[in-house]
């Protein structure tokens, strides 16, 4: 073989040889954005149960229905105090058990029933139907006042005191009353009390501060008629 066509074969082969070895290096990659990587990591850590972003809750907003009933309570009754205490045909009766004649009763009961049951049962009956009073408040057909104490004897009411009053200074929930005058009840007072102040939390109780018995509640109860 010539000298010319081993030249040309030559060229052949290193030109194949070259074509097989650059077909067989990969394709570069495109570039990746800058920054991409990251914003995806970012997104899914935030997204990311207990991260604080997802879990972070609503603030409260104004006006709930929590803070409505809140602020209804500080105002649980649209009667002043004095028309509370002449609701009509409602005698206020003493809550033995909130009161601190009743707590005290069940101090001195205790202890000298010491552990027998029924001693104490009777006892705190006996201290019960002894602190059983009532009070209402009623005005005639003259328009005077009237201020009365009952007490409960079976299912009558026997009326204690029954004097005229006038009314004292008054809030939104407290009142002066200020007796006066003759006492016509069956047990009367040799001297009334000068004036008595009665708190009125609400349309269905009323609070007394007595310096010597302590607080008092009484309960409102309606379809009573009190005894004269």
Not at 112 to 126: D, E, I, L, V
Not at 194 to 210: T, W
């Amino acid at each position: 073989m010539g000298t010319p066509v081993r030249n040309r074969l030559f060229v052949f082969y290193w030109l194949l040889t070259a074509a097989c070895g650059s077909s067989s290096q990969p394709a570069a990659s495109p570039a990746a954005e800058p920054g991409a990587g990251a914003a995806e990591r970012s997104s899914a850590k935030d997204m990311a149960p207990g991260s604080g972003a997802a879990d972070k809750p609503e603030p409260t907003k104004q006006g709930s229905s929590t803070t409505k009933q809140e602020a209804a309570s500080a105002n649980p009754t649209s009667r002043p105090p004095r028309e509370v205490l002449e609701l009509k045909d409602t005698v206020f009766f003493l809550a033995f058990g909130e009161s601190d004649v009743g707590r005290a009763a069940e101090a001195s009961c205790s202890k000298s029933s010491g552990k027998n049951p029924k001693a104490m049962a009777a006892c705190m009956a006996k201290a019960r139907e002894q602190a059983d009073e009532g009070y209402r408040f009623e005005q005639d057909k003259e328009g005077d006042l009237w201020w009365l104490v009952v007490n409960r004897k079976g299912n009558a009411l026997v009326t204690l005191h029954r004097v005229r009053f006038t009314y004292g200074p008054e809030t939104d929930t407290t009142i002066v009353i200020k007796p006066e005058g003759k006492d016509y009840g069956s047990k009367p007072w040799r001297k009334a009390p000068a004036e008595v102040k009665f708190e009125v939390p609400n349309e269905y109780r009323i609070v007394v501060r007595d310096p010597e018995r302590g607080t008092l509640v009484y309960e409102a109860k309606v379809g009573i008629a009190a005894g004269k």
